[in-house]
């Protein structure tokens, strides 16, 4: 019973460099999101996807592209890394309605 | 500027004793309110919620209560144990919408 699992768990990047995060899910969910953590800001909305070949920009979607080409996976990706998306990357996922999203461990990224 | 808005960042409790997180929104069309608990590397786990047609939701030690003329929900733990540590998100929702918007966070520390 994997839930939401996040790849990869940690990596460090160089300005410029580009990198894919990968979420998967294995509830059937039809929403999937990916959020930002960063000290005193919360969860911050990037990206968003109601469904299989839909997605939707969130609260802070500048220099993130996302990817659902099948229903139980959603790829962020960064084309040109910047410091300022050093931070800790969280995928939700959930089945849509007044129900609760459930969470992958957290991937934390530094971009130096 | 936030829509929600946890103004405490940290707060200590002995154990045994109550704990009470707060909670407080501006945007009025917010109906759904929803409690996550996270511990560090780990992704947030959703622990309780309530709706706009409610002022209370009880599950075991924790109940939430809800103030819609204040714009104000509050999360309270009976007694309080050192599980409990751990950092609390406050999220919202708007009528059926597709997204959460989350508060920065409380850090509850529970003392021996």
């Known amino acids: 019973n994997a839930g939401v699992t996040q790849t990869p768990k940690f990596r460090v990047l160089k300005t410029g460099q580009s990198m894919t995060l990968l979420c998967a899910q294995d509830m059937n969910h039809e929403y999937m999101y990916w959020y930002r953590q960063d000290p005193g800001m919360g969860l911050r909305l990037i990206h968003y996807s109601v469904g299989e070949g839909t997605t939707a920009k969130g609260e802070v979607p500048d220099g993130y592209n996302v990817s659902r080409l099948k229903k139980q996976n959603f790829l962020l990706g960064l084309e040109s890394a910047a410091p300022s998306q050093t931070s800790v990357y969280f995928c939700?996922?959930?089945?849509?309605?007044?129900?609760?999203?459930?969470f992958g461990q957290g991937t934390r990224l530094t971009v130096v | 500027d936030q829509q929600v808005k946890q103004n405490s960042p940290s707060l200590s409790v002995q154990e045994g004793r109550i704990s009470i997180l707060n909670c407080d929104y501006t945007n009025s069309m917010f109906d759904y309110f929803l409690w996550y608990k996270k511990y560090p590397a780990e992704g947030p786990t959703f622990l309780i919620s309530i709706s706009s047609i409610k002022d209370k939701n009880e599950d075991g030690r924790f109940t939430v209560f809800l103030n819609k003329s204040a714009k104000h929900l509050s999360l309270h733990i009976v007694p309080s144990q050192p599980g409990d540590s751990a950092v609390y998100f406050c999220a919202a929702n708007e009528d059926y919408g597709q997204n959460f918007v989350f508060g920065p966070g409380t850090r509850l520390s529970v003392l021996p």
């Open positions: 939700a996922s959930l089945t849509g309605g007044r129900t609760e999203a459930f």
